[in-house]
């Protein structure tokens, strides 16, 4: 699964937020903050698909998407790639983020865990 952009994360959040939607749903939610045409909500969301970061399910003939990973794997996988740029060694307590409108106090304990999983080799005895 490629990493999201900058945008596919704002499309992600949408799904994270509101559950499975059609396009037609997507666009009301992304639209505004986005500004995006419905042709091209429609795009991103294939293209979002194809890289594997949402799926597609056809329910009464109607294109429904969703969110293919959950949104702590997201957050954490960016979260590590912010780690290695800042050369940061030491945990990384989530707690920083427990301010967020996105992030569950569940969210939280399991973000934690994954921020601050030992790495191969670095096990302590």
């Known amino acids: 699964m490629?990493?999201?952009s900058e945008l596919e994360l704002q499309?992600?959040?949408?799904?994270?937020?509101?559950?499975?939607m059609s396009a037609r749903e997507a666009q009301v939610v992304i639209a505004p903050e986005l500004g995006w045409t419905s042709s091209t909500t429609?795009?991103?969301l294939e293209r979002m698909v194809a890289k594997g970061l949402l799926?597609?399910?056809s329910v009464h003939g109607l294109a429904v998407y969703?969110?293919?990973?959950?949104?702590v794997d997201v957050i954490g996988g960016v979260l590590g790639?912010?780690?290695?740029?800042?050369?940061?060694?030491?945990r990384l307590p989530a707690s920083a983020f427990s301010g967020s409108?996105?992030?569950?106090?569940?969210?939280?304990?399991?973000?934690?865990a994954l921020l601050n999983v030992a790495p191969k080799g670095d096990e302590q005895p």
């Open 2 to 4: 490629t990493d999201p």
């Open 11 to 20: 499309v992600l959040k949408a799904f994270w937020r509101g559950g499975a």
């Open 42 to 44: 429609r795009t991103v």
């Open 55 to 57: 799926s597609r399910q």
């Open 66 to 71: 969703r969110a293919e990973k959950a949104k």
């Open 81 to 90: 790639r912010l780690r290695g740029l800042l050369e940061i060694d030491g």
């Open 101 to 112: 409108q996105l992030l569950s106090a569940e969210d939280l304990v399991e973000l934690e």
